[in-house]
């Protein structure tokens, strides 16, 4: 159990382009999301927080108007990538954790995408 | 503020014993988590210590000292599979696990 799917798993676009980004809880409900990114060799960078039915919250230096996440219910977030750019390209990766209290705040992790912006 | 500091690369032999040091300066504790990352994937969850001592899993084991801020990840048997990134993931106050760089582990047959 507590998987959680992303598609696509990879992305080529051009500059400009948008692109959005789906994040699925396949087996249980998640009250919180997460998104992260990560450059090569670096450690994993928190991008935003997201509960079901309310706004997310930013990290500090994220902007919001670029990456706008959506998550419209208990099992699944979107996060677009508006106007990209060559150096947004990135591996892209939610995480979700499980409404239940039990399961210790545990996030179960997407497998990933791979963005690249020509 | 917050950080965390675990080796940048380890090199082990299969089928030895390796452990995987980490300390953390978080606000506010709520667990320690260790994943593995494999290169090109996310992280997969490996354990969680909320109190002190030793957790063992398998092959794996890991322990917490609260006081001062210190976890290891004890991997046996090493495996050629097991060469991989090993995040060490406290979580604060708010839940919000902090992320470091993790340690890169090269198995050498």
């Known amino acids: 159990g507590a998987v959680v799917s992303q598609h696509p798993s990879w992305v080529i676009c051009k500059s400009g382009t948008s692109v959005k980004i789906e994040c699925r809880s396949l087996?249980?409900?998640?009250?919180?999301m997460f998104w992260y990114r990560q450059f090569p060799k670096q450690s994993l960078m928190l991008m935003a927080t997201s509960n079901e039915g309310s706004k997310a919250t930013y990290e500090q230096g994220v902007e919001k108007d670029k990456f706008l996440i959506n998550h419209a219910s208990l099992t699944l977030s979107t996060l677009t990538v508006t106007s990209a750019h060559p150096e947004d390209s990135s591996f892209y990766i939610c995480s979700a954790r499980s409404i239940l209290a039990g399961d210790y705040n545990e996030q179960f992790f997407g497998p990933g995408t791979r963005l690249t912006v020509l | 503020g917050q950080n965390i500091d675990q080796p940048t690369e380890m090199t082990a032999t299969e089928g030895a014993i390796v452990q995987i040091n980490c300390t953390y300066q978080?606000?506010?504790?709520?667990?320690l988590f260790w994943y593995q990352q494999h290169a090109g994937e996310a992280p997969t969850f490996l354990s969680y210590n909320v109190l002190d001592g030793l957790e063992e899993k398998g092959r794996f084991s890991s322990f917490l000292s609260r006081s001062k801020g210190y976890s290891y990840l004890l991997l046996k048997e090493l495996q050629m599979k097991d060469s991989a990134s090993y995040l060490c993931?406290?979580?604060?106050?708010?839940?919000?696990?902090?992320w470091g760089a993790g340690t890169k582990l090269i198995i050498k047959p």
């Open positions: 993931a406290p979580m604060d106050s708010n839940y919000q696990l902090i």
């Open positions: 978080t606000s506010g504790f709520n667990g």
């Open positions: 087996d249980f409900q998640a009250t919180t």
